[in-house]
Every structure is written in structure tokens, then in C-alpha cells.
């Protein structure tokens, strides 16, 4: 298998990733989930209004039609799936649940008397969901994405399918589960060897990720509660998003704001401001126009690009800002042929500048899927997944012309289209078929001599980029939903990148996912809309390690143990050299996992990266202002003491002028704001009058040099006005110097003495975040 080596180490397939247990083949997912409610899909081809229409599965689709529409022939059918009838048995207060819950207390009341049989936390914790009834339904059902935006569509196939003889894959998949089932090691908690009690985890809105979280705490010997607990959990594993429960300690693995965060406008929004401050080093990510409001930007910009180079021949992709998994995209040569009728003026989107010459293996366009860690946003912890997925095109591509434009299974990689070629091939290895691991696709190019250790190291620095330009928004929204002082949990999350690889090498950003599919099944069409859930080799591989790792490095038990055992030393999983990761199983209750999949970039490369994160600082003190417990934008007053207290207004800029900057700027964001109901100046917002008053102050710099110096500007007068508020709190003399201010007692905002050019700090925040 693949043995890759790397710049940074990262690359190696692992072939040796435990899979405990096999799912299977199966007619209908085991049991009902809650969240898989009835979900009405409009399955129409045609229904984006972009009139490209995408080949039926098995239909000679080739080459055929396209554009991103969802469905295929038969089950291309409206899907309605009923709500699992056992629905009720999972809510809290039925008979079922309390009896589940006093099972669970007597369990609990037993781990705390002294050992608990780990190897128990791995079997099927409820019976009462195993015995549920099968939710099968008389409707056709259409396959689903394995890697794409999270999936809205949940479906049950009719009973009493005749059982096709399984696939090799699936066969292969289950007896080497079943060895390894049977060679599993029941180990026990016991006091004083590791963990006293096993980490518990709420899995009752895992949704689609259910299954590989499953394996990922049998793995780990953790305890599982798939219908909630009535006491608090460690962690809390989300499908969807924050806001699926009040969830008031713990751990859960969303960030609030993230799903906004990553939506294409708003994450175009976040790049653009980071491509204004340092074009170099955020030319990763397309050009991009927010349509409709940059509609005649774009025309112009084009129209003047054109005129300077008549040779300039460019392709765009449209691409609808909430669709997912090809949704709505279309390409376009000219940018008149935007369909601003219909549905643009009602969904908003992006136009993007379509990069006509990627890498290409077998002839075939490919993207990667890389797992991306974001384990706390104060201070910055980003960790990669060593390992990803490459979702392969299915027709043999070639650059843009008007007879291909609308050819999806030449263009788009997304999976969930793709699957519907004729020529779509399961994968039955890590190294073939239409969807495989990114290790193999590096072994190949590194048979080839080409550098792969560079296309790691600009990936990882595209990673990093990346989350630097998201989690200034995410501070505001994490204030905002767990002020200071307010219960909450902490959050991680995991993030799905998709990556495109240039001709030249040069790793393309496309676009982020709040939530990655999960999914380690994909669905067989045994015959037109009849569909069975099989285990996806590649899938499992990749995903479940990505989990079991995750809740690894989040483990809060282990946590505690190594801050009690090396007070100030941070917790770094098996990644910390001084981690005991062989030898004795009692010592370490990790003992018989494989080394963890996960790789710590950041804080690792922060000396590089830091001088990128000025809106970082900016949204520091955006915050110090705020005011108001739980808002996410500036009132009037609170920029106008934020221009006070950072000594801004002068003879050229009366307050007066103050005013009229906030009620300009902010009027023109809110008109453009999708979500209208709070008024005042948002983050980005602010950012823009920023960039005007630093630009007015420190002329003739460039521009991240202004705002640099204006940042230092206010972080200074703000430390000052914190010592000066301390002295009066104990009677001693403020400094009387910059010089004399000192790093250590820094404000909210962090802040030195200001200087005028480079940024390479971090600023601290008021509290941690996460
Ligand atoms: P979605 O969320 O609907 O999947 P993406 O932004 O991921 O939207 O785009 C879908 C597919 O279109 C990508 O997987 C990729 O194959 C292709 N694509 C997207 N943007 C570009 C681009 N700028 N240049 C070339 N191909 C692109």
C-alpha cells in the first residue's frame, strides 16, 4: 500500500487503521434516527433553472448532460421518508427513555464503585434501539454523498428486498472485520491505571457520522449514550450544528457561527479582506464576485481585463451560496450569460473564476477532501488529517470550450453527481476507482519524481491561511453565544477543505465544509430506485480515524490526568514525544491504537503565519466594544468610544465625521446583510471603516502596514487606559512610557508599544474562547 513519505511526515497510509466491526450489507440503516424526519426533495433536474440537465445512472449519461441537479431516473423521484415509528422511545420522558435512564444511573453508580468492563462500552448500548422496528418505506430513494455538504435527505428502502450476493469489497470488509471483532481485547477501567471511568459521549444527534463514530468509540473503549443522557455527557457529537441543543458543559464538536462562516459568500467575503491585505499570500482562492450585488463590478473588471489582453479567453463557474454538492453550478464564458432572472435574484451566489487546467491523473479532473481539526480558537489550535479523499470526474476532461461547458462529469468532482455516470467505479482499494485516498494519489505522483513534500507544505499553509481569515468572525459569534461568565461548552470542530491541485501543483482553495459527510456506507442501485447500504472501504479507512483521533486529542479525562501529572505542560495526545504510547496496556489505555492521524499545525508554524492575523487583532477590539452581553454588531455609541478611547478623532476627524463614517458604512452592509434583524455595525463592517482611518492616518504605506500601525495604535492607548484604570484600583503611578508598559499585563486587545510597520504578534482576547 502506500508508503508516501513528506515535507512535514504526514503522508503515510495506514493500512493498519482498525476497523472493529462490519457493518455489513444491509437493506435499510439499522434503526431509526431522530433527525431523519420526513424530508421532502425536489428532485427535478431542472430545477436550478439552469437547464442542463444530468444523465440518469446507468442511462449513457456519459458525457451527458449536466448540470448540477440532483436524482437519477426512477429515483429521481420526490423522497419522503416517514419518521422512524419508534420515534417516541427516543424521547425523553417516554416510558422507554426513563427506563433507559435509570439503567443508565444504576451503570453509573457501578463505574464509580471501581472498574467497569471497557469492552461493554463497546456493545450495542441500547437494546431498546436495536429492537426498534426496522423504518422501511415504499418509496424510491436516490444514493447519497459520502463526502460532500452534510446530507438532508434520509431514506428507507422498501422491505423485503431480495439480499443480492454481496459485493467482493463488502465481503472482503466483513470477514476482516469479524477477525478483528473477535481478536478485540475486553480491557477494564481500573483506578489508578489511566482513566477511573470511561469518557462518556452523547451521540444522540450524530446523525450521518453515527456509524463511524460508533466504530470510533468502540475503538476507544469510550461509553456511549445514543438517546442523551440525563447527566451531563464529556462530549457531545453534533450532525449539523451548535445550535442543535443547550448544551451547558462539556465539549461539542461545532463552533457556533460556523456553518454561516463557511458559506460560499460569506467565506469570499472573509478571503477577499485577507487578498486586500496580502494579495501574495492569499492567492490560493479563486477571484470571486458576490452576485447580485457585484454583478457590474464583475462585468466591468472582466470588460477592462479583456481590453488589456484580447487573448484572455476565461471560463467562470457559478455557484449558489447555500447549494451544496453541485447544487445550481454552472459554467459560463461570458458574463452576460449569468442568469440574473429567476432564481439569482432570490439566491444569492458566487461567480468564480473557473481554473481550466488542473492536475489530472488518468485523464480525469480530481479534487481532494481533507479533514481539517480547528480544536480551540483561543489560543489558534489547527490540526490535518494525514490522510483525505480524492473524488475523481468520470468523464475525460478537457479545458472549457462552448461544446463542454455543460458536461458535469468532466467539470464538477463532486461525488453525489458523479455517482450517477455510467463510468462512476466503487472503489474496492485505497488507489483505485472514482473516489480514493489523497496517500495514494501522493505515492503516485511521488513515483513520478514529483516534489511532494512542496504540495504538502502548500496545502498545510493554505489550511492555515484559510482558518486565519474565519476566526475573527468566530470570536463574535462565540461571544455572542457564550458571553463570559455565562455556562457553555467548549467546541471543536472538524472541516471538511476541498482542494484543488493546479497543472502546476499549486493546491486551489474551492471550498469549506461546516459539516463533512461522515458516511462509511455508500448505496448500491440494485434496480431503479432500489437502493442498499454497503461499507465504503476508502470511507471508513479515512473517516473513522479522522473521529476516533479527534475525540483522542479532545479527550478531557486525559487532559485533566496530564495537566495533574505536568502542571503547565500542554496536553498533545500522542503527538507529545512524551506521551507514552506502547507498552503497557494498563499504563496506557491507548496501547492498542494506532498512532494518531491528526498533526498539529498551528500553534506548530505560528511564527510564520502570525503577522497574517491583523483582523484577528481588529476583532479583538471590535469586542472590547461591543458591549452588550450576546450582540454581534457596534451601536453607534460603542464606536464612537472606541475611536475615544483609541485616540483617533483629531482636527481632521471630528466626531461629527465619526458618525457619518458609522452610519455609512453601516447602512450599506446591512442592505446587503442576508440576515437583517439586528442593526449595527457588523465585524466586517467595522473592518471597512478600520481600513478608511488607517489609511487616512498612515498614508503612503501599504495597506496591511496602515492597518498594522493602526492596531498597534489602539492596542497601545487601550493598555494605557487599562494600567492607568489598575493604578486607580491600587494607587500606583501609570507608566509613563510606551517602554514601560509591560507585554505580560497586556489588555483585552494585547498591546505593546505601537510601532509602525509588521504585525507579528498574537493578540490576546479577554477570556479564552475555547
Ligand atoms: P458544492 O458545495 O456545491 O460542492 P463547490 O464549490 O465544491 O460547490 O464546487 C463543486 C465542484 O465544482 C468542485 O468539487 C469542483 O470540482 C468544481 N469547481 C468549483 N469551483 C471551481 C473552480 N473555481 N475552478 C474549477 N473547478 C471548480
Do not use: K, Y
Given at each position: 500500500m502506500v508508503a508516501a513519505a513528506s515535507v512535514t511526515g504526514l503522508v503515510t497510509w495506514a493500512r493498519s487503521l482498525v476497523r472493529s466491526r462490519c457493518l455489513g450489507r444491509r437493506l435499510s440503516l439499522s434503526g431509526p434516527r431522530p433527525e431523519e424526519a420526513t424530508i421532502p426533495v425536489n428532485r427535478s433536474l431542472n430545477d436550478h433553472g439552469n437547464g442542463l440537465r444530468r444523465g440518469a445512472?446507468?442511462?449513457?449519461?456519459d458525457g451527458g448532460s449536466l448540470v448540477a441537479g440532483r436524482g437519477s431516473g426512477a429515483a429521481a423521484a420526490a423522497v419522503a421518508v416517514a419518521p422512524a415509528p419508534a420515534l417516541s422511545a427516543m424521547q425523553r420522558g417516554s416510558p422507554e427513555r426513563e427506563l433507559e435512564v435509570a439503567a443508565e444511573e444504576a451503570e453509573e453508580a457501578e463505574e464509580e464503585q471501581l472498574s467497569v468492563d471497557a469492552g461493554a462500552a463497546g456493545e450495542p448500548e441500547s437494546p431498546a434501539r436495536e429492537e426498534q422496528p426496522k423504518a422501511v418505506l415504499p418509496v424510491p430513494a436516490r444514493p447519497r454523498a459520502a463526502e460532500e455538504g452534510d446530507v438532508h435527505v434520509a431514506r428507507r428502502l422498501p422491505p423485503a428486498l431480495p439480499q443480492a450476493p454481496p459485493r467482493p469489497a463488502a465481503r472482503a470488509l466483513c470477514q476482516l472485520a469479524k477477525g478483528r471483532s473477535r481478536s478485540r481485547g475486553r480491557g477494564r477501567y481500573r483506578r489508578g491505571s489511566g482513566s477511573s471511568r470511561p469518557v462518556t459521549v452523547d451521540s444522540s444527534k450524530a446523525r450521518t457520522s453515527l456509524d463511524a463514530l460508533k466504530i470510533s468509540l468502540r475503538q476507544l473503549r469510550w461509553k456511549e449514550f445514543p438517546f442523551g443522557r440525563r447527566l451531563p455527557c464529556d462530549i457531545y457529537w453534533h450532525g449539523v450544528s451548535f445550535r442543535d441543543s443547550d448544551i451547558l458543559s462539556g465539549q461539542v464538536n461545532k463552533f457556533p457561527g460556523m456553518t454561516e462562516m463557511v458559506r460560499k459568500i460569506t467565506l469570499s467575503r472573509a478571503l477577499r479582506i485577507m487578498q486586500n491585505l496580502f494579495p501574495d499570500e492569499y492567492n490560493f482562492y479563486p477571484r470571486s464576485w458576490i452576485l447580485p450585488e457585484e454583478f457590474q463590478l464583475f462585468v466591468t473588471e472582466v470588460r477592462m481585463v479583456k481590453d488589456g489582453d484580447p487573448t484572455w479567453k476565461p471560463t467562470f463557474i457559478v455557484k449558489p451560496d447555500?447549494?451544496?454538492?453541485?447544487?445550481?453550478i454552472y459554467l459560463i464564458k461570458d458574463p452576460n450569460d449569468i442568469r440574473m432572472t429567476g432564481t439569482l435574484q432570490n439566491r444569492p451566489a458566487v461567480v468564480q473564476e473557473y481554473i481550466c487546467k488542473p492536475l489530472l491523473i488518468d485523464k480525469l479532473k480530481f479534487d481532494i477532501r481533507l479533514y481539517v481539526l480547528l480544536k480551540s480558537l483561543e489560543p489558534l489550535e489547527i490540526y490535518i488529517a494525514k490522510d483525505g479523499l480524492s473524488r475523481f470526474c468520470t468523464e475525460p476532461y478537457h479545458e472549457p470550450s462552448p461544446q463542454n461547458l455543460h458536461h458535469v462529469f468532466m467539470h464538477l468532482t463532486n461525488y453525489s453527481l458523479n455517482i450517477h455516470s455510467s463510468k462512476f467505479v466503487h472503489s474496492?482499494?485505497?488507489?483505485?476507482?472514482?473516489k480514493r485516498t489523497f496517500s495514494s494519489i501522493l505515492c503516485r505522483l511521488s513515483s513520478k519524481g514529483i516534489d511532494i513534500k512542496k504540495v504538502w507544505s502548500d496545502i498545510i499553509s493554505l489550511v492555515i491561511k484559510t482558518v486565519i481569515a474565519l476566526t475573527p468572525e468566530l470570536k463574535v459569534f462565540y461571544q455572542s453565544d457564550i458571553p463570559t461568565g455565562r455556562p457553555g461548552p467548549t467546541c471543536f470542530q472538524i472541516l471538511g477543505f476541498d482542494i484543488l491541485l493546479m497543472k502546476n501543483l499549486k493546491p486551489m482553495l474551492l471550498e469549506v465544509n461546516a459539516n463533512p459527510s461522515m458516511r462509511i456506507e455508500h448505496e448500491y442501485e440494485l434496480s431503479p430506485g432500489v437502493f442498499e447500504n454497503i461499507p465504503s472501504l476508502v470511507d471508513e479507512e479515512v473517516k473513522v480515524a479522522v473521529i476516533r483521533d479527534t475525540l483522542r486529542l479532545m479527550n478531557p479525562l486525559k487532559k485533566k490526568e496530564m495537566q495533574s501529572q505536568h502542571p503547565g505542560k500542554p496536553f498533545a495526545g500522542k503527538e507529545d514525544p512524551d506521551c507514552d504510547v506502547t507498552g503497557d496496556p494498563d499504563s496506557n489505555?491507548?496501547?492498542h491504537l494506532p498512532s494518531i492521524c491528526l498533526k498539529q499545525v498551528f500553534p506548530k508554524y505560528a511564527k510564520q503565519f502570525n503577522y497574517l492575523r491583523l483582523v484577528d487583532r481588529m476583532a479583538n477590539l471590535f469586542i472590547r466594544f461591543l458591549g452588550i452581553k450576546g450582540t454581534m454588531k457596534l451601536g453607534p455609541t460603542g464606536f464612537r468610544t472606541f475611536i475615544r478611547n483609541c485616540k483617533l478623532s483629531s482636527s481632521s476627524l471630528s466626531m461629527a465625521a465619526v458618525d457619518i463614517l458609522y452610519i455609512d458604512i453601516t447602512r450599506r452592509w446591512n442592505s446587503m446583510a442576508l440576515d437583517q434583524r439586528d442593526s449595527g455595525m457588523c465585524l466586517q463592517a467595522f473592518v471597512e471603516a478600520f481600513f478608511f482611518l488607517a489609511q487616512r492616518k498612515f498614508k503612503l504605506l501599504p495597506l496591511h502596514e496602515q492597518v498594522a500601525s493602526l492596531i498597534d495604535l489602539c492596542e497601545y492607548h487601550l493598555s494605557l487606559l487599562d494600567e492607568k484604570r489598575l493604578v486607580c484600583g491600587r494607587g500606583r503611578r501609570p507608566p509613563s512610557s510606551p517602554q514601560e508598559t509591560n507585554p505580560t499585563t497586556q489588555s483585552a486587545a494585547g498591546s505593546p508599544a505601537p510601532r509602525i510597520i509588521g504585525a507579528n504578534k498574537l493578540s490576546h482576547s479577554r477570556h479564552a474562547l475555547s
Open positions: 445512472r446507468g442511462g449513457g449519461g447555500s447549494g451544496c454538492q453541485g447544487d445550481g474496492d482499494s485505497a488507489s483505485t476507482g472514482s489505555p491507548e496501547a
